[in-house]
């Protein structure tokens, strides 16, 4: 059963004195808790935060299906997010992505075998006048050429 940090619980205490409502408090705290639960939320995730914050869990699901960013699951140590939409896409972005699936032999929103990586196409990331662009984790990456988004993912810890 997934439970947060004492940190974790912490942030998410303050984060429901600091809004006008208790809702305004669940997108923040679903990040906290998907970062805690290694990159992704997992049903009993959004049955713990219901508790923690006297939330119903249904609303806190409604929050956590609309938005993209929450992982629906597991995820590979580095989640690379490659845009998609209509700059990147005209930039190569769209084969950029299959390629990088091809060569790490995986389907896009799966999780490679050594569990490092998952790829996953997605809309604007909002630099279209840097495109393509990716985001890896909490990291934009602009510009990119095919070697150079290969390059970075190479070096990665
Ligand atoms: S279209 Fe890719 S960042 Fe906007």
Known sequence: MFKLSS???????SELKRYETKESAIIPSLYRVQKEN???VSPDCIQYLS???DIPASRINEVFQFYTMFNKEPVGKFHVQVCCNVACCMAGSREMIDKLCEDYGVEEGEVTSDKRFTF??????GACDKAPMMQVNETYHEGL????AKKILRELK
Do not use: I
């Open 145 to 148: 050429t095919m070697d150079s």
């Open 51 to 53: 508790t923690l914050m």
């Open 7 to 13: 940190d974790g619980e912490a942030f998410v205490q």
């Open 120 to 125: 996953t196409r997605v809309e604007c990331l």
């Open 38 to 40: 290694g990159g992704w």
